[in-house]
């Protein structure tokens, strides 16, 4: 985040994307990331079974910001989870490009997670005993091609608390290192859930910051959980969960500014 005479200084957010979304699985598009057919999750057997997705078909593009958009217990976060390779699927199929992850072995699953995916959570899980720098060498000293951990404290705005420890940060201070940590081994993909959802209006609005740069300015695929129905105008597509189930999609002809969202 540039800084001009003590005021971050942003170009306009990026239009989206030149892809037309399918909202079915009819012409899947050249340009998509993920790719979902029929996903279904059940938790437990017999009676007590929970069914969290119920045949989801889904795709995600390049360079896209997507927000999932639904009540706790939606399924939003057990979709995330199966993408990101945390989770499997019980039924259907789950691919990465052309890589078909619902037959990965659980050790192609920890690769793909490692060169491909970068997870930022509601709860940072900071090292308390590192400092910022340290926290997002962790990532860096195991992926294949990392950017310097200052190179990505900086992208976050956080250049100068580089050598401060995670109780001497604020919480948006914390969740901006966790999105460096994410985001320093270049990822495909950045996976989201809940990131604003322990933070107050300021410090949530300097973490979509954060994460709207991080899509413009790298193209990295975004995906965002979240509750609050008016983060959704920063992304470029919404995709609203019920039930386990996707039950519509809407692509924001015109996006607003994290500053702009109301809390």
Known sequence: ????????????????PRTRYHSRMDTPDSRAVFRTEGVTKVYG?????????????????????????????????TLLNILGGLDTATAGRVFFRDHDLSRASDKKLTEFRRDHVGFVFQFYNLVPSLTARENVALVTEIARRPMRPEEALERVGLGHR??????????????????????????????????????????????LEALVEVNRDLGTTTALITHNAEIRKIAHRVIYVADGRISHQEVNETRIEPSQVVW
């Open 162 to 207: 580089l050598d401060h420890f995670p109780a001497e940060l604020s919480g948006g201070e914390q969740q901006r290192v966790a999105i460096a940590r994410a985001i320093a081994k270049r990822p495909d993909v950045l996976l989201c859930d809940e990131p604003t959802g322990a933070l107050d209006s300021a410090t949530g609005i300097t973490v």
């Open 45 to 77: 057997t017999g009676a007590v079974e929970v069914h969290a997705l119920r045949g989801v078909d889904l795709l995600l593009y390049e360079a896209e910001l997507v927000v999932l958009l639904g009540a706790s217990g939606s399924g939003k976060s």
């Open 1 to 16: 985040m540039a800084q001009r005479n003590g005021a971050l200084s942003r170009p306009p957010l990026a239009a989206a």
